[in-house]
């Protein structure tokens, strides 16, 4: 089994930062992709920044330059550094990782709980 456990969401006024951690724990024998992803009410999920192993960061066009996505590979943690938010940045923010379980040596797709941001002043 494979756990990933997302902080850091919250209300912040329009202008201001926070940042969000994913911590992945279980199973793990290694980790590929690392990523978050969001979901406005009455909108699809999508894809805000994403942090290949070994590879270069990319990010939402609504995102770059305001959005950091960074990672921990010691301790199975990834980051996202939101600075600049704007109230179109409300959102359920989720985790998502491309892991590899030990046991199964299969790749399986997994995705965290989800954090609540609301920007709002």
């Known amino acids: 089994q494979v756990q990933l456990v997302e902080s850091g969401g919250g209300l912040v006024q329009p202008g201001g930062s926070l940042r969000l951690s994913c911590a992945a724990s279980?199973?793990?024998?290694?980790?590929?992709?690392m990523g978050w992803f969001r979901q406005a009410p009455g909108k699809q999920r999508e894809l805000v920044a994403i942090?290949?192993?070994?590879?270069?960061?990319q990010y939402a066009d609504s995102v770059k330059g305001r959005f950091t996505i960074s990672r921990d590979n010691a301790k199975n943690t990834v980051y996202l550094q939101m600075n600049s938010l704007k109230p179109e940045d409300t959102a359920v923010y989720y985790c998502n990782a491309l892991v590899m379980s030990t046991g199964t040596f299969r790749n399986g797709n997994y995705w965290g709980q989800g954090t609540q941001v609301t920007v709002s002043s």
């Open positions: 279980g199973s793990i024998f290694s980790i590929g992709n």
């Open positions: 942090m290949p192993l070994g590879g270069s960061p």
